[in-house]
């Protein structure tokens, strides 16, 4: 070890080297900060090369004064811990504290100095900055496509609705929160539906909806009578089977009316859209994928072959494809494969495609969950006695989910993030409507901020999800 | 006979389901096809395809059969991949390594990198290079020059192409350099096995791989001139660059979006993995004496690649996948050449859908295939 402090401070001499250092330091920054607000250049007598370096030349001689192993003051001490550990990090903070200053003043120009707000025209649009009077006069196109300004107060109500209905759990008494699991798993995806169909759509349901309904009572009724051994599998077959007999071998009848409420007029779903539609599909999809994604990762690891191989298959098959290919099979590919009368709304294919797809990265993610319980679980519930479904249902399926709250949620995300992709097949959520707005010749030039506003959107929306995943996390880890 | 039923039972009422489920399909798609007057088949790959496509890496045009046009979108889909995976995985080390840095404003950094690419979708980050960044470039004729040689104009960049003479000898060489290294390497090892000494392996590959390239110019007669690209007029408005070679802006925009999106994910693989290794491996290592260097090298690296590697790879699976959001913006990959164009012209649906699927399929299930496997052989042997 040299005893040479080449230039180096120590407690003695600390003063004239903090003067020096910081005077540097501060120098710096206020010839990158001068130069980049008020366009003045401090050093432009000097050529060109050293007055573009000199800055990050003072500043980093001004930081090397003051680096001290430690001063005692505390502000220095943080300082030099954390920014001004050895050369390399002082010159990396340097930069970094430059280009946050150099990119400061276009963006904030860009965005609120010279960008306009006023107005409904283009006319008004002439500064440099963004253009918001375009977001402004489109707005509604973009939250709610091409749904009709009259009647958009049924979006708005039904998703008010909604948020309440589903901000029960929070407010659920400890008697009824063990029945929070069969109302957040049939009851409110019910309700939703209803109110999807009677109320956003507001058209006739025409829908086979009340043979299903004669099927699913008939078949409840009759599963109190079969051995609990066989009821999964009943519930599997015979509900399915009594709503094809009803249809088909006993009413002939293509439909049946099911009414509609009085006042409010049909809105076909090719005009939904915006940012709405975003949620409508990401809701119904997480509703569908996730029971779809448990079945097939408890099939997976089941100990029959061929049910095993099927789920292999399936998970493989649709986390092998890309969703783009998934959402042009859904438009192009699967009406070929339906009885030719019968006719599905695209926007249900779009959801039926997204589903399965997302299932399958479910059926992943909880398969690892069940893979990360210990043995022992399985054994334990096994010597109580417990048959395959009530062990998982109680004792392997509560513990594993807990373990895959932040895969799940990852996977929702990545679900919420992949909406945009249904332009596949002709529905136009926020990206699509901007690209259809950038189009506009009243509009032409805008789309940068129409990108800009989508992108914070989406930020928000995610980045709120993802924290709140991670609060999720915290809350249900358990030790072991 | 009981327990025998019980096993067959749910086997076959699930098979059963499945059967009834794909014979349902079928036989709608048989009658559908009649009505329609479609005939199944795959026929139609060698039929002249009658289309151009913009940008492709081997001869292709009109002439050429289907099955051609295929092979040009496949090779598209592939290059913008493998340019994708370079750059996000060079990002994506940097920003994860950057977020374990003790620099506050570094961490930060990197900290707000991630969050901002990550949380923004994919498609909509594309759309924005593409429409409103790209579009912001300066036309052919007002383009500067980037070191004198790059042009980077809204048109697409240009780029100075490589002129090679004797290119097999400079390629020889390579090959007998990274020869040269293993050999050397396994040397090392034996010597260090039984004598306890150490060879500087490291400054010894990057001398050879640098050397013999090297002399393969000086004495192999390899010679390499560029050719950079030169404006030129086609009309009073209207302007070129000629020779060179030209990205396409649609290359650009795609694969700088896929790569500062994927980056996001790698990073938090590498801060994972390198996080995932204990405290103790590090102090453990440090007490029985080794250089800080070689912790990294002999404990620390090999644990975390352990950790890293194989979400890496799923990371690359999703790129690869995700690059077929080009069709969106008109970049000629196999969604757009094959299931966009080929099918309009076609119409076999069902054909053109399977085969693009199929494509894919196969790309990602060789890959996880080989990620399994390497993953037994890393895995810790637990008794």
Redesign the interface.
């Known amino acids: 070890m040299s005893n040479i402090n080449f230039l180096k401070p120590d407690r003695t001499n600390l003063n004239t080297f903090l003067y020096l250092g910081s005077f540097l330091f501060f120098i710096s920054i206020l010839d990158v900060f001068l130069n980049s607000f008020f366009r003045l250049n401090l050093t432009g007598f000097l050529p060109n090369f050293l007055s573009f370096l000199l800055p990050l030349i003072l500043g980093f001689v001004g930081l090397y004064f003051i680096r001290i192993e430690y001063s005692g003051i505390k502000n220095l001490d943080l300082l030099n811990k954390h920014i001004n550990t050895n050369n390399f990090n002082a010159v990396l903070s340097l930069l970094i504290i430059f280009i946050i200053i150099k990119s400061l003043p276009p963006i904030l120009s860009w965005f609120v100095i010279d960008a306009s707000f006023a107005g409904d025209t283009k006319d008004v649009c002439t500064g440099s900055g963004a253009c918001w009077t375009y977001i402004k006069v489109w707005m509604r196109r973009f939250m709610y496509g091409m749904y009709p300004n009259a009647e958009q107060w049924r979006i708005n109500l039904s998703f008010v609705a909604l948020v309440l209905l589903g901000s029960v759990g929070y407010f659920a008494t400890d008697k009824f929160k063990k029945y929070l699991t069969l109302y957040y798993v049939v009851i409110y995806p019910l309700i939703a539906f209803l109110f999807i169909f009677f109320f956003i759509s507001g058209g006739p349901v025409f829908f086979d909806f009340s043979y299903g309904i004669i099927a699913a009572i008939l078949s409840i009724i009759i599963g109190f009578f079969i051995p609990s051994k066989f009821k999964f599998y009943y519930f599997l077959i015979v509900p399915l089977a009594l709503y094809v007999i009803l249809k088909y071998f006993l009413f002939f009848e293509e439909y049946i009316e099911l009414g509609k409420l009085d006042g409010l007029n049909w809105v076909e779903t090719g005009a939904w859209g915006g940012l709405s539609l975003t949620f409508i599909i990401s809701f119904f999809c997480l509703i569908f994928c996730f029971p779809i994604g448990m079945a097939f990762a408890l099939g997976r690891r089941s100990e029959f072959p061929l049910i095993r191989y099927i789920s292999v298959g399936f998970i493989e098959f649709w986390r092998g494809v890309p969703l783009i290919t998934v959402l042009f099979m859904s438009a192009v590919m699967f009406p070929m494969f339906l009885p030719e009368d019968f006719f599905i709304d695209k926007l249900v294919r779009a959801i039926i495609a997204i589903s399965l797809f997302e299932a399958a990265y479910v059926a992943e993610v909880i398969r690892g969950g069940l893979q990360a319980l210990p043995r022992g679980q399985y054994e334990a519930a096994k010597s109580l006695g417990m048959g395959y479904w009530k062990m998982h249902i109680f004792v392997i399926l509560p513990q594993a989910l807990k373990l895959v709250i932040p895969g799940i949620a990852n996977t929702f995300l990545a679900l919420v993030k992949d909406t945009p992709l249904i332009f596949v097949v002709g529905l136009l959520e926020i990206v699509g409507m901007l690209n259809l707005a950038k189009t506009n010749p009243k509009w032409l030039g805008f789309a940068m901020e129409g990108y800009v506003f989508a992108a914070i959107i989406f930020w928000i929306i995610c980045y709120a999800m993802s924290k709140y995943s991670y609060n999720l996390e915290q809350k249900y880890k358990t030790d072991r | 006979m009981n327990f025998k039923l019980?096993?067959i039972?749910?086997?076959l009422?699930?098979?059963l389901?499945?059967v009834l489920v794909f014979g349902f399909?079928t036989y709608?798609?048989q009658?559908?096809?009649e009505?329609r007057g479609i005939d199944f088949g795959y026929g139609f790959l060698s039929q002249e395809s009658s289309f151009d496509v913009q940008f492709s890496l081997i001869e292709y045009d009109g002439s050429h059969s289907y099955f051609r046009a295929y092979l040009v979108g496949l090779l598209n889909t592939i290059l913008v991949s493998v340019i994708g995976i370079i750059i996000a995985t060079i990002l994506g080390v940097i920003v994860g390594i950057a977020r374990l840095?003790?620099?506050?404003?570094?961490n930060k950094?990197a900290a707000f990198y991630v969050?901002?690419f990550?949380?923004?979708?994919?498609?909509?980050?594309i759309?924005?290079w593409y429409?409103?960044?790209l579009?912001?470039l300066p036309l052919p004729q007002d383009a500067e020059a980037i070191f004198g040689v790059f042009f980077l104009t809204i048109k697409g960049l240009y780029v100075p192409a490589f002129i090679w003479q004797n290119f097999n000898i400079f390629f020889y060489s390579i090959i007998a350099a990274i020869i040269a290294i293993i050999v050397i390497r396994a040397h090392a090892k034996k010597v260090q096995e039984n004598q306890g000494k150490q060879i500087p392996v490291f400054l010894i590959s990057i001398g050879l791989i640098f050397i013999l390239p090297l002399l393969s110019f000086l004495i192999g007669g390899v010679r390499l001139s560029f050719e950079v690209p030169v404006l030129k007029q086609l009309a009073t408005t209207s302007f070129i660059y000629e020779g060179g070679v030209s990205l396409p802006p649609e290359l650009i925009a795609l694969t700088l979006s896929l790569s500062l999106y994927t980056a996001t994910f790698i990073a938090e693989c590498v801060r994972a993995g390198i996080q995932g290794v204990g405290k103790g491996q590090k102090e453990a290592a440090a007490s029985i004496g080794l250089t800080p260097n070689q912790v990294l090298k002999l404990v620390i690296m090999p644990q975390a690649l352990r950790i890293i590697i194989p979400p890496t790879t799923n990371q690359y699976l999703n790129l690869t996948?995700?690059s077929?959001?080009a069709?969106?913006i008109a970049y000629p990959d196999l969604?757009l050449v094959f299931?966009g164009t080929a099918?309009m012209q076609t119409g076999k649906?069902?054909e053109i859908?399977?085969i693009?699927?199929f494509t894919?399929?196969t790309?990602?299930?060789s890959i996880?295939i080989l990620m399994n496997w390497y993953n037994k052989k890393i895995a810790i042997q637990e008794k």
């Not at chain 2, 840095?101 to 570094?106: M, Q």
């Open positions: 019980k096993d039972v749910p086997q009422i699930t098979v389901a499945v399909f709608n798609a009658i559908n096809m009505n840095s003790p620099n506050y404003l570094i950094f969050e901002f990550r949380n923004i979708p994919l498609l909509l980050q759309f924005f429409f409103a960044a579009r912001a996948k995700n077929s959001l069709a969106a969604v299931a099918l649906a069902i859908v399977s693009t699927m894919y399929l790309l990602s299930i996880s």
